[in-house]
């Protein structure tokens, strides 16, 4: 059982920054963890990923050179953030993170292989 918490969420302007953070239970090597958003009557999409081992990262087009996705990793768990800077009102949704939990890292990690979630973390942004 892999166990993930979100948190970081908030209420900002347009153009202002948030740094979201979710904890998770200590991951395999190379599993793939990632951010999803989900706005009230839309699908839970993708925003950005990252390995466990760091190799490389993915970011969804509407999100590429805005937000920013890095990892730690010590001896009893992983902290994925999320960077976000130069909000718009279009990224208001409820953020989640997820993983397989799997040792294979593969990038975009889609929702349907997303094995584990955390509760989410809201965040809205004003214009």
């Known amino acids: 059982q892999v166990l993930l918490a979100e948190s970081g969420g908030g209420s900002v302007k347009a153009g202002g920054s948030l740094r979201l953070s979710c904890t998770s239970s200590?991951?395999?090597?190379?599993?793939?963890l990632g951010w999803f958003r989900q706005a009230p009557g839309k699908e839970r999409e993708w925003v950005a990923g990252?390995?466990?081992?760091?190799?490389?990262?993915?970011?969804a087009e509407s999100v590429k050179g805005r937000f920013t996705i890095s990892q730690d990793q010590d001896m009893t768990k992983n902290t994925l953030y999320l960077q976000m800077s130069s909000l718009k009102p279009e990224d208001t949704a409820m953020y989640y993170c997820?993983?397989?939990?799997?040792?294979?890292?593969?990038?975009?990690?889609?929702?349907?292989?997303?094995?584990?979630w955390g509760q989410g973390t809201q965040v809205t942004v004003s214009s």
């Open positions: 200590l991951l395999p090597y190379a599993a793939p």
């Open positions: 997820g993983t397989s939990a799997e040792g294979r890292c593969f990038l975009p990690l889609t929702a349907r292989l997303v094995h584990y």
């Open positions: 990252i390995c466990t081992d760091v190799q490389g990262t993915h970011y």
